[in-house]
């Protein structure tokens, strides 16, 4: 297929999809948003490896800047894993995490790039201007890999996936537990499995409407 047929059919798919879909069904937005918490407790049920990759082919096709899609998500399954994991968490945490059927480390990659040419072959250029910046390439992998982060908890749940994201945690002591010897620098740990319902002790915490933070200028 040539590269202008292949953007002709983009462009359709997109058309239609936009015509068949105008807004999501409240059960599908209660599932994302209404009605999703940040679970600390879980049900003894497993989480498979078909589920952590259906939700990140779903949260990679969320946009970053440049394409550059930093994020880097090491899943922490193993009774051996999260006990090198828990070793670096805050006690308030550490059960929760152990209890978790799986941690994920939500991480970035500050040498993200040097992949220019392949997520961004149209401005592979772009790569000069973080190659001898490494002040700019921190700052902006890490600003995008929490962006990226953001779409996998949405993704989780779109999966049928409950989640409980959290701080928390010696980053230091993780990046060298897991990632010594890379490039690759830890954000926060999500918890992933089927929350357990009876560890919500009360209604949800005060929510910001549009009036009192929002403004249209």
Request: overall charge negative; charged content about 25%.
């Amino acid at each position: 297929m040539s590269e202008d047929q292949a953007l002709e059919d983009a462009r359709e798919r997109i058309t239609d999809y936009r015509d068949r879909i105008q807004h999501l069904d409240e059960s599908s937005i209660a599932l994302l948003f209404s009605e999703a918490r940040n679970h600390n407790w879980w049900q003894d049920r497993d989480v498979s490896a078909a589920q952590l990759r259906e939700a990140f082919e779903l949260a990679r096709m969320g946009p970053t800047s440049g394409n550059t899609q930093p994020m880097r998500i090491t899943f922490v399954r193993t009774k051996e894993a999260k006990e090198r994991l828990n070793a670096h968490v805050n006690g308030p945490n550490q059960e929760k995490t152990m209890l978790a059927p799986v941690t994920a480390i939500i991480a970035y990659d500050n040498t993200f790039f040097t992949d220019f040419p392949k997520f961004n072959p149209i401005r592979p250029e772009m790569a000069d201007r973080f190659s001898g910046n490494a002040e700019m390439a921190e700052s902006f992998s890490r600003i995008q890999a929490i962006l990226q982060g953001g779409y996998f908890i949405m993704a989780l749940r779109a999966v049928g996936l409950d989640v409980g994201a959290m701080g928390g945690f010696n980053n230091a002591g993780v990046d060298e537990e897991f990632f010594a010897s890379t490039p690759v620098k830890s954000i926060f740990l999500c918890n992933i499995g089927y929350g357990d319902v009876s560890g919500i002790k009360g209604a949800r915490l005060y929510r910001y409407g549009f009036d009192e933070v929002c403004e249209i200028v």
